[in-house]
C-alpha cells in the first residue's frame, strides 16, 4: 500500500507561479511511474505530466508543455510540480498518483495504470 500527500496549493493571480509537492509512504519500492492529474468542477479528470520514477522521462499533456515542470527527488519520495505562467484554466484540485506498471499505458492521461491515489490540493488562478 502506498500512501500520497499533496501539498502547495493556493491561489494565484494569472502568470503567476506555484509548486505543488507529494510525498510517497508506504510500499513505494515498486512504484514505476509518478504522475499528476488535476479535475475542475463539471469536467472530467485529466493528466498533466508523469515521470518514471527510475530514470529522468517525463510525459506533459499538450495544455501544459512549456509551463509545468515534473521532477523528483527519489530519496525524498517526493515528487513535484512547479507550475509557471499559470491560467484561470488552470484551476482545478490537483492529484499526485503513482503506478507501478513497467510502462507508461497509453491511456495515462485519462489515469489508467495509476493504482493509488492523493486527496489532492486545491488549484485557483484569478484572471
Known amino acids: 500500500q502506498v500512501q500520497l500527500v499533496e501539498s502547495g496549493g493556493g491561489s494565484v493571480q494569472a502568470g503567476g507561479s506555484l509548486r505543488l509537492s507529494c510525498a510517497a509512504s508506504g510500499y513505494t519500492y515498486d512504484r514505476k511511474f509518478m504522475g499528476w492529474f488535476r479535475q475542475a468542477p463539471g469536467k472530467e479528470r485529466e493528466g498533466v505530466a508523469a515521470?518514471?520514477?527510475?530514470?529522468?522521462?517525463?510525459y506533459y499533456a499538450d495544455s501544459v508543455k512549456g509551463r509545468f515542470t515534473i521532477s523528483q527527488d527519489n530519496a525524498k519520495n517526493t515528487m513535484y510540480l512547479l507550475m509557471n505562467s499559470l491560467k484561470p484554466e488552470d484551476t482545478a484540485m490537483y492529484y499526485c498518483?503513482?503506478?507501478?506498471?513497467?510502462?507508461?499505458?497509453?491511456?495515462?492521461?485519462?489515469?489508467?495504470?495509476?493504482?493509488?491515489w492523493g486527496q489532492g490540493t486545491q488549484v485557483t488562478v484569478s484572471s
Open positions: 515521470i518514471y520514477s527510475g530514470g529522468d522521462n517525463t
Open positions: 498518483a503513482s503506478s507501478t506498471s513497467t510502462w507508461l499505458a497509453a491511456g495515462w492521461l485519462n489515469g489508467a495504470g495509476f493504482n493509488y
